[in-house]
């Protein structure tokens, strides 16, 4: 677990994470590694530059309201730089709200790492292109996210 507001890495660059909440983060940078090399080679993309920006409840909201008109916490906001869904060299923010991750955690009776890495794959999977608007793709997603999960 950790408070850093910078997790450091060397072995892969396409991932930067910061912790801008007083929460602990209970998966190591390796893992989230892990798991965005997972993603990438089984969606044949690339992770040229993914932020995941760890943030409280006022931000979330914040973030919420001025890009997507909602005033509500939610667990996570996906930017992808481009428009192209033809690019498979994928740069975005991955806002994630550690406060409403962990209460997740509990109200699935989830281990919080665990929890903590499906938000992460369900924002990779946001970047690269999936949606979850519908009944179906959300559970395309759920499907992913779960398959993602069993590899890391």
Do not use: W
């Amino acid at each position: 677990m950790t408070k850093n507001k910078f997790f450091s890495h060397n072995a892969y660059s396409g991932i930067h994470l910061f912790n801008e909440s007083e929460a602990d983060i209970p998966v190591s940078h390796q893992v989230l590694q892990a798991i965005a090399a997972s993603v990438e080679n089984e969606e044949s993309c690339s992770f040229q530059l993914v932020e995941a920006v760890f943030v409280d409840e006022d931000e979330i909201v914040r973030i919420n309201q001025e890009h997507l008109e909602r005033n509500y916490v939610t667990d996570i906001i996906s930017f992808r730089y481009d428009d192209d869904p033809g690019n498979q060299s994928i740069e975005g923010t991955l806002y994630c709200c550690a406060p409403r991750i962990a209460e997740q955690a509990d109200e699935f009776n989830e281990p919080p790492e665990t929890e903590f890495k499906r938000i992460i794959i369900h924002g990779l999977l946001h970047l690269i292109g999936y949606d979850d608007q519908s009944p179906k793709a959300q559970k395309t997603m759920r499907q992913k996210e779960e398959y993602f999960l069993g590899r890391v």
